[in-house]
């Protein structure tokens, strides 16, 4: 299984990025997918997860009515749409792929390379 992420980069603050992470090696419709960072001297968290159908996502707080996960099932892809940036959005961004079909997306079992995201002031 490999997840290629791309999209990251330097965006002010205000602006907008959206990430994409393509699978391949698994059946990608039937795996919740997860966005997850990790900021320097930080644990990884969560940011934001959406179930195999598309139906149910769930957002960190602190992200919650600024970033928008989706995906695309006949594309194996699935995006991170990160608006309203802050300074804080600082961090490498990681897609995952679900441990088990039917789930959320939220408990990795296989990860992407990251791509960093960092918000200048």
């Known amino acids: 299984v490999q997840l290629q992420a791309s999209g990251g980069g330097l965006a002010q603050a205000g602006g907008s990025l959206r990430l994409s992470c393509v699978v391949s090696?698994?059946?990608?419709?039937?795996?919740?997918m997860g966005w997850f960072r990790q900021a320097p001297g930080k644990e990884r968290e969560l940011v934001a997860a959406?179930?195999?159908?598309?139906?149910?996502?769930q957002y960190a707080a602190s992200v919650e009515g600024r970033f928008i996960v989706s995906r695309d099932n006949a594309k194996n892809t699935v995006y991170l749409q990160m608006n309203s940036l802050k300074p804080e959005d600082t961090a490498v961004y990681f897609c995952?792929?679900?441990?088990?079909?039917?789930?959320?997306?939220?408990?990795?079992?296989?990860w992407g390379q990251g791509t960093q995201v960092t918000v200048s002031s």
């Open positions: 995952a792929s679900d441990q088990s079909p039917y789930n959320l997306g939220s408990r990795p079992g296989y």
């Open positions: 959406i179930n195999w159908g598309g139906a149910i996502t």
């Open positions: 090696g698994r059946t990608f419709s039937l795996f919740g």
